[in-house]
Structure formats: C-alpha cells, structure tokens
C-alpha cells in the first residue's frame, strides 16, 4: 500500500468515530479542533467527551450499538472521514466493511496495515509558518514522537535555515503583486535562491536585512523597480 502525504483542510468535512474510549476521544478532539463536524458512536462516551459536546455544536455523540450495521450504515453514509477505534473485532468489521461499501476514506485505529488516512505526529517551527508530520505507519509511534520532536529542534536551531525561511516568504508575496504569471515567477524564485545561496554567511549570521536586500536586487530587475522599494516592501510585510 502506497500512502501520499497530504495537508487537508477539514473545516465543513464531516468525521464518523466508532469508539468513545480513550482513542476514539483523542481522535474525536483532533479532527474537532481542526474545524470537522464530528460524530462519536458508543455505548460509553468519557467525560472530556461530554462536557466538549455540551459547548460544542459541532460535536454529536450518539449512543448505540454500533454492532447494529443497520444503524451504523446510516452514520456512514454521513461521513466523509470514518475512524475506527474500539476493542471489538465485530464492530471494527462492520465500520471497516460499510466505510469501504460507501467509499469513505478510512482511520483505522486498530490496524495500521488497512488503515488509508495515517495521524501522524505533528508539530511547527518559526512562528508556525513551517509544519512537520511525522509517521512510522503503525511501527513505532513512541520512536516516531521523539523524531517529530528532534526535527524540531534541529530546525529551531538552524539559524541560516530560519533566515532562509523568513526571506523567501517575502519574497513570494512581493513577488506575486509584481508578476501575475505564475510560469514568470518560478524561474525568479530559483535566481533568488541562488543569490542567497552564493551569501550564505549572511543567512548563517540571521541577517535578515542584509538577506532582504540581495533578493530585493534580484526583484527589482524583474519588476524595473529601484532595489531600495523593492527591500522596504519585502521587510515591512508580517507573517500571517
């Protein structure tokens, strides 16, 4: 099985957990704080659970159980996304079998070899504008957390990769209300990057300034601007 790495927006998609025990209520939150209007099917739902759907409209917790297919089927039809998380075989079969009948995309909690959507690890660096996800696909997930938290902090710490980050995204807006063309851009963004590349003490240092306006030297050819305008504009912009 060939899984691709993705970054969906899930704000208006709708996710169906079978499980209210401790896996299904962290997957419940997880998809929850990401903006899915979220179902949990159980018998049993914790109290974290509770108390979240009782200030949560978009938190529905259905009490049933979900060894009735019949019953089940009607929640999976709802769904986009259908998470399975109980200790039950029977019950993980009927979800499994029903979410594959309908073609919903499938979070098997309870087997990494046929579940489709992996949850990795997440995390993010500068100012949350660099996000990581990491996974060993249902190996080890206590060796996976700590690459996740080596990462950042290998990243945290990488002073010319930071200043790389923080010039390049203003070189892109900038960029972008200066060239309409998308082809255009592109081939601008590898000269950029090839200038910084030959000043690589200046990133190393964090000379975000002295960075700002090599690019800027770049942009302005592109653009007929003067090189002065071109740094003003690319140093006054705030990440979002």
């Not at 509770?50 to 529905?60: C, I, W």
Request: charged residues 30%.
């Amino acid at each position: 099985m060939v899984r691709v790495p993705l970054w969906i927006e899930m704000n208006g998609l709708r996710v169906l957990v079978v499980g209210g025990g401790g896996v299904g209520s962290r997957r419940a939150a997880w998809f929850l704080k990401a903006g899915a209007e979220v179902r949990v099917l159980s018998l049993e739902f914790r109290d974290e659970l509770v108390a979240e759907a009782a200030r949560n409209p978009k938190l529905s917790l259905i009490k049933l159980d979900a060894s009735d297919e019949k019953q089940v089927e009607e929640h999976v039809k709802w769904a986009d996304i259908v998470v399975i998380a109980t200790d039950n075989p029977v019950v993980n079969e009927i979800a499994w079998r029903l979410a594959r009948r309908h073609r919903k995309l499938v979070n098997d909690a309870t087997n990494a070899d046929r579940t489709m959507i992996v949850v990795p690890y997440i995390g993010e660096v500068y100012n949350g504008g660099l996000k990581i996800a990491v996974t060993s696909e249902g190996l080890t997930g206590v060796a996976a957390r700590h690459a996740r938290d080596k990462i950042i902090e290998c990243l945290e710490s990488d002073t010319e990769l930071r200043t790389l980050f923080e010039v390049m995204w203003r070189v892109k807006k900038v960029l972008k209300s200066l060239v309409a063309e998308a082809k255009k851009r592109i081939p601008v963004y590898f000269e950029v990057e090839d200038e910084l590349m030959r000043h690589r003490d200046v990133l190393k240092r964090g000379d975000l300034e002295a960075a700002a306006s090599i690019a800027a030297e770049v942009l302005a050819k592109v653009a007929g601007r003067s090189v002065g305008e071109i740094r003003e504009a690319l140093l006054s912009l705030r990440q979002r």
